[in-house]
C-alpha cells in the first residue's frame, strides 16, 4: 500500500527540495552582500529546516545528518551567536551541492546512495562552534545538549509510559483528576466552552494535562508557566486588545480569496501538456481551413445569409483558437529564473576562483518561456557568462589601469519582444579584437587566410563560435576547453534561435540571444519558388529585399549580393532542390528569373549566420504546426518538415540551418 | 481508546511534501476527511469556514508561524476552541513552555511514525 504512494511522496520531496535548493543558493548569495539580513537568513534556516524534516520522515538518514549540521550553523547565525565568514559560506554552499547531489540521486535511483559526509560535518560542526570564541561556545554547547537531553528523556519516557501507562494510570487517576481539573480552569478557561458549543461530545485536552500526566512536567512548574502567562497577557493585554481587533476582523473579509488561491497549483505531467499541444496544433490546421473555404464562399455567394452566419462563426472561432493555443502555450511557459537562479553562485565562485571582483546584474528574470526552451539555454548561458568572467572582465589592477572601476560588471537580461525572447549577456571588460581574432582562427586552421580578410569584423566576431575555438593560450579550467562556445551556437540553433554579438575594443561584449517563444506552432513566411511553395519561419527571418538580378555578383563560382557593405551569399533552391526553371522549360511566359528581372532575396539567420534566399513570389504570413515528415524525409536536405495550409495544400518547411550548411559545403 | 475517525482534520504545512506525508500517516490511522492549508492565513480563514475537529500545524512556517496561527485561532470566539496539535522539530524545553502558553493541546516531534501520532492525538481526546 505504501509503495505507490511513497513513490510518489518521494517524487514530491525531490521536486520541492531541488526547488528550494534552487532558491538557497540565490538566497546564499544575497547573503554574502547582507549578511545581516535576519530575514534572509530565516528563509534559509527554514529552507534547511523543511529539507530535514521531510528527509527524516522519508527516512534519508544521511540527508537529515548533513542537513542538520548546516542548520545548526544557521541557527546560530539568524540568533546572532557567530558571524558569517567567508570560509563558512563556502562550506554551505558545498553543503548545498552535496544535498543536491543526494536529491538527484534519489531522484535516480531512489535510494540517497553511499555519501560519506563525515568529513564536512564535522567541518560544519567546527565551524559552528569555533566562531564564537571558546567561552561563548562552551555555553552554547551545554544549553543545546540540555536541550537535547529534555527532547531524548521525553521521548523516551513517552515510549517508555506507553508500556507502563496502564497501571501508572490507574495509579495517578484520582490523583490527577483533582489537579487536572484544578489546572484546567486556570489553564485554558475556553476548555469549558469547548464542551458544549462546537464540540459537544468531545472533551478536549490541553498540552498541559498531557504534560502532566506523563509526569514530564510537575505540577508546580506548569502553574508557574501558567502564572507567568498571565502576568504576560495583562501586560499586554491593552496592546493586544488593540491589535488583534486590528488583525482579526479584516481576515474572514480575506478569505474567499486567500482560500481560492490555496488549491489552485497542481503538477501536470509534461507528457499531457504534449499532447494539449498538438491536439491544439491540429485545431489551428483546420481552422486555416475552414478561414480558407469560407473567404472562397463570400467570395462565390457574397450576398449569401448563410455564408454571412459562416464568416461570423469562422471569425469567431478564429478567435477562440488564438486564444486556446496561447493558453496552452502559458501553461508551458516557466520564467527564465529557474535557469538565472544558477548564475549568482557561478559568478561567485569563479571570480574567487581567479582572483577578479565580479558584479552580475540580472534583469527580466520573471520573463516566460516555453520549457524545452527554457531546458536548451542553460548550457549557452553558462559558457557565455563563464566566457564573461574568463576573457571578458579583467584582473582588477588591469582596470584600475585601464581607468574602469575595480569590479567589473555583467549584465544579464532577458526581454519579451514580439513572439521572442531576446537574452543578452554583456560584460564591461576588454572587448574582443576581430584581428586576434582572425589570426587565430587561421593559427587553428579554422578558416583560410584570404577569407579570414575578407569578412567583416563582425563576422570576425562570429569565428568564436567555430569549433574548436579558443583565444586563450592557456587552457584554464573555467572556460577555455575550446567546445564552449561551440556549445552555444549548437544549442541556439536547435532553437531555431538567432545570435548576435557586440564588441568594441577595451569597451566590453554583448552577446544577444534571440529565441522563438515555442517550438511547436510558428509563424511562417509562405514564398514561391517557380511554381513550388515553401514555408520558411519566421522566426529566422531578418528582412527580405527586392534586388535586381544585375547586381549579384559572382565570388570564386558563390553568388553573392552587397548588402550595406557586408557579403551575404545567396543560395538559389531552384538548383538545390532541382525544380525546374520556368524560363528554362519555357512553358509559360511568366518567366521571373531573368538577368535584368527583379527577384526577391529573403534574408534569413540563424545563431550568427546569415544568409540570403532566392525566390520568386512572396506570399505572405501563415501560421502553421510543423509535422514531421518521418520516414518519407527522403535524404532531402534543407526540409525540416511539412505542414498544411489553409488552400489545404501540403507545403514544406525549410530548415534553415542545413540550408546554411549546404552553403557552407560548397 | 476509540478514536473517532470520521473527525474533520486539517493539516498546516508551508511545504507541500510534509503536508502529504502527515495525510498519509493519518490516513493510515484510518482518517479519511483531511483537508490541508500552505500557511497560516489560509489555515486560518479556513479554520473560519470549516468547523474542524483537530488541527495539525507545523511550528516553523514564513510570515505566520504556528503559534501565530495558534494565538489567532484562540483570540478569535467563534473557532477558539479548535483542538491544535503542533508539529515541531524539536521539543526544547522553552519550545514545550510556549507552547503550554499558546494552548496547544499536544505536539509532536519531527519524524514520526503513525503510531505516535496516534498516541498524541488520542492524548488529546480523552474518552
Do not use: C
Not at chain 1, 489553564?187 to 459537544?200: A, G, R, V
Not at chain 1, 518567366?591 to 532575396?601: D, G, H, P, R, T
Not at chain 1, 525566390?615 to 525540416?640: C, N, P
Request: aromatic share 4%; charged share 30%.
Amino acid at each position: 500500500m505504501i509503495d505507490d504512494s511513497m513513490k510518489e511522496i518521494i517524487n514530491d520531496f525531490v521536486q520541492e527540495a531541488l526547488e528550494l535548493l534552487d532558491t538557497l543558493s540565490e538566497n546564499f548569495i544575497e547573503l554574502e552582500k547582507n549578511p545581516e539580513d535576519k530575514e534572509l537568513l530565516n528563509t534559509i534556516f527554514r529552507a534547511a529546516h523543511t529539507i530535514k524534516g521531510s528527509a527524516g520522515f522519508l527516512g534519508f538518514q544521511n540527508l537529515v545528518e548533513l542537513a542538520h549540521s548546516a542548520e545548526n550553523i544557521l541557527n546560530r547565525l539568524r540568533q546572532g551567536e557567530i558571524k558569517l565568514t567567508s570560509d563558512m559560506m563556502d562550506y554551505l554552499l558545498k553543503t548545498m551541492d552535496i544535498l543536491m547531489l543526494m536529491i538527484r540521486n534519489i531522484n535516480d535511483t531512489g535510494q540517497e546512495g553511499d555519501f560519506d559526509n563525515a568529513e564536512i560535518i564535522n567541518k560544519l560542526n567546527m565551524l559552528a562552534l569555533d566562531e564564537g570564541g571558546t567561552g561563548n561556545t562552551a555555553a552554547a554547547g551545554e544549553q543545546n545538549t540540555a536541550a537535547e537531553d529534555i527532547e531524548k528523556k521525553a521521548e523516551a519516557e513517552a515510549q517508555i509510559k506507553i508500556q507502563e501507562q496502564n497501571e501508572e494510570k490507574a495509579k495517578k487517576k484520582e490523583n490527577l483528576d483533582d489537579k487536572d481539573s484544578k489546572i484546567e480552569k486556570t489553564l485554558n478557561p475556553t476548555n469549558k466552552t469547548n464542551n458544549n458549543e462546537k464540540h459537544p461530545k468531545r472533551k478536549v485536552r490541553n498540552l498541559g494535562d498531557i504534560l502532566l500526566e506523563d509526569n514530564l512536567m510537575s505540577s508546580d512548574e506548569l502553574s508557574q508557566i501558567l502564572k507567568e502567562k498571565e502576568k504576560e497577557e495583562k501586560k499586554e493585554e491593552s496592546i493586544e486588545i488593540e491589535s488583534i481587533s486590528n488583525i482579526v476582523p479584516p481576515q474572514p473579509q480575506m478569505h474567499p480569496a486567500v482560500s481560492v488561491s490555496a488549491e489552485t497549483t497542481i503538477r501536470v505531467d509534461v507528457e499531457r501538456l504534449d499532447n494539449v499541444m498538438n491536439l491544439v496544433g491540429e485545431l489551428v490546421l483546420s481552422r486555416n481551413r475552414i478561414f480558407n473555404i469560407a473567404s472562397k464562399l463570400e467570395f462565390k455567394y457574397p450576398e449569401d445569409e448563410f455564408t454571412e452566419s459562416l464568416i461570423q462563426v469562422v471569425s469567431n472561432l478564429n478567435l477562440i483558437t488564438t486564444d486556446l493555443q496561447l493558453a496552452v502555450m502559458k501553461t508551458r511557459m516557466q520564467p527564465v529564473k529557474k535557469v538565472f537562479s544558477k548564475f549568482p553562485r557561478m559568478v561567485r565562485d569563479l571570480s574567487k576562483e581567479l582572483g577578479k571582483e565580479i558584479e552580475l546584474n540580472i534583469a527580466g528574470e520573471e520573463t516566460e518561456l516555453d520549457k524545452s526552451v527554457i531546458e536548451e539555454i542553460g548550457d549557452p548561458l553558462v559558457h557565455l557568462i563563464r566566457n564573461s568572467i574568463d576573457h571578458g572582465i579583467e584582473m582588477p589592477e588591469d582596470r584600475i589601469k585601464a581607468g574602469k572601476p575595480k569590479a567589473g560588471l555583467i549584465k544579464l537580461s532577458a526581454e519579451h519582444e514580439g513572439n521572442y525572447i531576446i537574452i543578452e549577456v554583456s560584460d564591461d571588460g576588454k572587448g574582443m579584437d576581430p584581428n586576434i581574432l582572425r589570426k587565430k582562427a587561421i593559427e587553428k586552421g579554422l578558416i583560410d587566410e584570404k577569407t579570414a580578410f575578407s569578412i567583416s569584423d563582425k563576422d570576425a566576431l562570429s569565428l568564436i563560435f567555430a569549433p574548436g575555438f579558443s583565444t586563450k593560450d592557456k587552457v584554464t579550467e573555467i572556460s577555455g576547453r575550446g567546445v564552449g562556445m561551440d556549445v552555444v551556437k549548437t544549442n541556439i540553433q536547435k532553437l531555431n534561435g538567432i545570435i548576435d554579438i557586440e564588441s568594441e575594443k577595451g569597451k566590453g561584449s554583448d552577446i544577444i540571444l534571440k529565441l522563438p517563444l515555442t517550438v511547436a506552432i510558428i509563424q511562417t513566411l509562405i514564398i514561391g519558388i517557380e511554381d513550388e511553395v515553401f514555408a520558411i519561419p519566421l522566426n529566422s527571418v531578418v528582412e527580405t529585399l527586392r534586388i535586381s538580378e544585375s547586381s549579384i555578383q559572382t565570388i570564386d563560382n558563390h553568388e553573392v549580393i552587397n548588402l550595406r557593405k557586408s557579403v551575404l551569399s545567396l543560395l538559389r533552391l531552384s538548383e538545390e532542390f532541382g525544380i525546374e526553371s520556368a524560363s528554362e522549360s519555357a512553358s509559360d511566359g511568366k518567366a521571373k528569373v531573368l538577368s535584368n528581372k527583379e527577384v526577391y532575396v529573403v534574408v534569413v539567420a540563424l545563431a550568427e549566420k546569415r544568409i540570403g534566399i532566392v525566390v520568386d513570389t512572396l506570399y505572405g504570413q501563415e501560421e502553421v504546426v510543423i509535422k514531421s515528415l518521418g520516414d518519407y524525409q527522403f535524404g532531402y536536405k534543407g526540409i525540416s518538415g511539412a505542414t498544411i495550409t489553409g488552400d489545404g495544400k501540403v507545403v514544406l518547411i525549410m530548415d534553415i540551418a542545413s540550408m546554411i550548411d549546404i552553403l557552407q559545403k560548397r | 481508546m476509540a478514536l473517532d475517525l470520521s473527525m474533520k482534520i486539517l493539516v498546516v504545512d508551508d511545504f507541500s511534501t510534509m503536508r502529504r506525508i502527515i495525510k498519509n500517516i493519518l490516513k493510515q490511522i484510518g482518517f479519511t476527511d483531511i483537508d490541508e492549508a500552505e500557511n497560516g492565513q489560509v489555515a486560518l480563514s479556513k479554520i473560519n469556514d470549516n468547523n474542524y475537529d483537530l488541527v495539525v500545524s507545523d511550528w516553523n512556517m514564513p510570515e505566520m508561524t504556528g503559534i501565530e496561527l495558534l494565538k489567532a485561532v484562540r483570540a478569535n470566539e467563534a473557532i477558539k476552541d479548535t483542538p491544535f496539535l503542533m508539529v515541531t522539530a524539536e521539543a526544547k524545553k522553552e519550545n514545550v513552555v510556549e507552547a503550554v502558553k499558546a494552548g496547544v493541546n499536544n505536539y509532536i516531534v519531527k519524524p514520526f511514525t503513525a503510531e505516535v501520532l496516534q498516541e498524541k492525538i488520542e492524548k488529546i481526546f480523552p474518552d
